[in-house]
């Protein structure tokens, strides 16, 4: 029997993580593989053994990594011992660079072969990590068609096997459903910091859209390692808020006319639902001015970098305050054929992203590696 184990060190990792396992049970013998690691949910339901949580590690930001080094430190620690007791015949890494290129060279140290599902994204900045990514891992399946030719440049194997949302958000199903008029959707993401800051954020927009807007209808897709009640007691408005579990999400985002939704893997999700969204991202000052020194992209949406063109409005910072918001969304309330708009574009970024199957090759691909 061979071990597997998979590091997913945010709750979006854990999401692609879970459907390229699910992949991987289904083309492998019953008894023929162990997976164990860190992961969440997903993982979990598709048959990891999660020695650690995906939960423990919730940060954002340089500023907000470097507060939190002790406990990430303990998890580093406690994968270290995991790894020297169960000795893994591969590890396979989801993203999450920051916390997974300390995983990387602790299964170095161990002579354990690592390899990279949806890799960092040193093309946008910090491009020197390449060299780090060469020296520790064997291979690096791409779900970003833009990546390939940056990696094979520096000499690294990389195999796209196309984007896993395709297949999560399944298109096909949910296209039937129209968008409520006036019903608007929040995903305010899935790490404290952005949370806590976006979450209120959103509720002074909708304070201020309410106004003028009355029957508006506040829908938010709440992140699973969030508590409802967390949630609310950022909700600074007396507007409603209609809170959402996640279950049955891609209909669920349908039927909404709009979505604010912080930066992440979230704003492809949304794009490839074919919902407008206002993408917003805060972090702290320090590390704002920082980023603005390293990023080399135009964008920060998966979807725009995609298109290579803006089709989600960014708001960034004081951009993402209430106001700035507020307006962006009523503009669209009021001229409807704006987000008919963006909803063509969508189309694009659908054809763009590929076939359906992508975690599947990602499977067969890490199967060739593991058997």
Known sequence: MKTLWINAGEISGDLQGGALLAALR??????????VGMGGNNLARAGQENLLRVEELSVMGLVEVLTSLPRIFGLLRRIR??????????VLLIDAPEFNFRVAKIARA????????????????????VKFLKEHVRRIFSILPFEVDFYHAHGMDVEYVGNPLVDLV????????????????????????EVDSLMPAFAGAAALLTKKFPDLEFHCIRSSNFSEEHLRSLWHCDAPLVMHDG??????????????????????????????????YKVSPLSYQIALRVIKVKWISLTNLIMNRTVFPEHIEKDADPEPMARRVADWLEHPEKL??????????????GR????????????????
């Open 26 to 35: 289904e083309i492998t013998p019953k008894d023929a593989l162990r997976v």
């Open 356 to 371: 359906p199957g992508s975690a599947h090759r990602a499977a067969e691909a890490l199967a060739r590696e593991l058997f």
């Open 110 to 129: 161990l002579n354990i072969p690592v390899y990279y599902f949806i890799p960092p994204k040193v093309w946008a900045w910090r491009t020197g990590r």
């Open 340 to 353: 008919d708009g963006i909803v063509h574009d969508l189309e694009e970024l659908r054809e763009r992203c």
């Open 81 to 90: 011992r995991e790894m020297e007791r169960i000795r893994p015949d591969a």
């Open 247 to 280: 279950a049955d999400r891609y209909r669920l985002m349908r039927s909404f006319q709009c979505i604010l939704a912080a930066s992440g893997t979230a704003t492809l999700e949304t794009g490839l639902a074919g919902v407008p969204t206002l993408v917003a």
């Open 170 to 193: 399944d298109y096909a199903s949910i296209k039937d459903v129209s968008p409520v008029p006036h019903r608007i959707g929040l995903m305010p993401g899935s790490r404290r910091k």
